[in-house]
């Protein structure tokens, strides 16, 4: 079975610090690969995808995300973290021609200092 | 954008009693839409797939019978925890995909207690 697993389960940072959470999938075909995000008290909204092209993928708010297909990873990274990125972040991945059913892995707590 | 409306968000009910969520797509047609659970700082889990005008696909450990699921058109699912426990009160989230892999829209989820 598919799984994503998120090394990280709380990470601490500091106002303009650099960040990177891990995301790693378990399968060998062909994926498309998700960063969500859940801000406190809300629901998950979308921070970038990977469906196919440059592996190096941007979304909103200055995130980014690397996809290693010979790593089976997609590690979010952003250059200097603000405090309004205090969430929770979630990767998962569908698998092509599955009609979307998302895995998610366990989610990262970001918690940002001003 | 794509909107998916779930409803309600927050329920409270008794021991026993059924309880029935709603999940819209607003301005689209989805012909499959997804039931998660999240339980209090953990992931989202997958519970099941909805499948307008058929069987929900159920996960592994996820009882139909208990969780029923209904995609009676291609904008409407519902989802129905027959004979609440305790232990069933959690943050119910639908979802649903415009297209077969595009990105999943979430709706706002439902918390269910119950007492």
């Known amino acids: 079975a598919q799984s994503v697993s998120q090394h990280n389960h709380h990470v601490i940072l500091s106002e303009a610090a650099s960040l990177e959470l891990g995301c790693n999938y378990s399968?060998?075909?062909?994926?498309?690969l998700f960063w969500y995000v859940q801000y406190p008290g809300q629901h998950l909204q979308l921070l970038l995808k990977?469906?196919?092209?440059?592996?190096l993928v941007k979304g909103i708010k200055g995130f980014e995300a690397e996809f290693i297909k010979s790593k089976f990873s997609f590690n979010l990274r952003k250059p200097s973290v603000q405090w309004s990125d205090t969430a929770e972040y979630f990767c998962?991945?569908?698998?092509?021609?599955?009609?979307?059913?998302?895995?998610f892995g366990q989610g990262t707590e970001l918690s940002v200092k001003p | 954008g794509a909107v998916v409306s779930q409803h309600p968000s927050r329920v409270i009910c008794k021991s026993g009693t059924s309880v029935k969520i709603e999940c819209r797509s607003l301005?689209?047609?989805?012909?499959?839409m997804f039931w998660y659970r999240q339980f209090p700082k953990q992931s989202l889990m997958l519970m099941a797939t909805?499948?307008?005008?058929?069987?929900?696909?159920?996960e592994q450990g996820v009882e139909k019978d208990k969780f029923l699921i209904n995609h009676a058109s291609l904008t409407l699912s519902t989802l129905t925890v027959t004979s609440a426990h305790p232990e069933d009160s959690s943050f119910y989230i639908c979802?649903?995909?415009?297209?077969?892999?595009?990105?999943?829209?979430f709706g706002n989820g439902t918390r269910l207690t119950v007492t």
């Open positions: 399968y060998g075909g062909t994926v498309n």
């Open positions: 990977y469906f196919s092209g440059d592996p």
């Open positions: 998962a991945v569908t698998v092509y021609n599955q009609g979307g059913k998302l895995i």
């Open positions: 909805s499948n307008e005008g058929s069987k929900a696909t159920y």
């Open positions: 979802s649903a995909s415009i297209q077969g892999n595009s990105p999943l829209h």
């Open positions: 301005d689209f047609q989805a012909t499959t």
